[in-house]
């Protein structure tokens, strides 16, 4: 089965703090997403990247950032947290282009409030 | 960018058919899924179809594709408590992410 891990489920951040969001898949896939959910505006994109090192903007990249410095390995980065980013955030990977159905395949969610 | 909509709430009797419904505007969608979110956790896939087909049925499940008027369906036979989750359309183009909307709320009733 293919697994994608979120290393934190809930965070707890102050306004202004540096904010790490780590997801790993297991399936070596290439390509990897974030989206953040929010109630009534469904799943939108901020980050993805379809090879090491390489990453494109989303529809909602601002303030955001991410890494991608290994194949398994995404990182969500908040330079500096507003309460506005409070949601939960949600990686996924999927294989490459021309392979497979696109078919996304989703971490468990890491909810963040920013107090 | 390309738009994907769907209503926000569906409340059903148990044992009853519950029908959610999805209109997108990518004419050029290959691939169209329906995710399952239950409370407190990520998406699954359900199941997806092809963009040439207008049917696909998988047990309790039957997704309808109206490529013409760019609707897709998805009914769920003899709806359960545990069917009772948030459900997600989503639709592929050329590009490598998928569209989502904003999902509908099911809500299966005793």
């Known amino acids: 089965d293919v697994k994608v891990t979120q290393s934190s489920r809930y965070l707890v951040k102050r306004t202004g703090e540096k904010v790490f969001l780590e997801c790993v898949q297991d399936m070596d896939h290439e390509n990897m997403f974030w989206y953040r959910q929010d109630p009534g505006l469904g799943l939108r994109l901020i980050y993805f990247?379809?090879?090491?090192?390489?990453?494109e903007k989303g529809d909602i990249p601002e303030g955001y950032s991410v890494s991608r410095e290994k194949k398994e390995r995404f990182s969500l980065i908040l330079e500096s947290a507003s309460t506005n980013q409070t949601s939960m955030y949600l990686c996924?990977?999927?294989f490459g282009q021309g392979q497979n159905t696109g078919e996304l395949f989703f971490g468990e969610g890491s909810r963040l409030t920013v107090l | 960018g390309e738009d994907v909509e769907q209503s926000l709430f569906l409340s059903v009797r148990e044992g009853d058919s519950s029908v959610i419904n999805c209109t997108y505007t990518?004419?050029?969608?290959?691939?169209l899924y329906w995710y399952k979110q239950e409370p407190g956790a990520g998406l699954q896939l359900l199941t997806y179809?092809?963009?040439?087909?207008d049917m696909k049925q998988d047990q309790r499940l039957t997704v309808l594709l109206n490529k013409k008027d760019k609707h897709l369906s998805l009914r769920i036979a003899d709806t359960q408590t545990g069917d009772s989750a948030i459900y997600f359309c989503?639709?592929?183009?050329?590009?490598?992410?998928?569209?989502f909307g904003s999902g509908t709320q099911l809500t299966v009733l005793p």
């Open positions: 990247s379809y090879d090491v090192k390489m990453k």
């Open positions: 990518d004419s050029s969608s290959t691939y």
């Open positions: 179809i092809f963009s040439n087909m």
């Open positions: 989503a639709e592929k183009g050329s590009a490598r992410q998928l569209t």
């Open positions: 996924a990977s999927s």
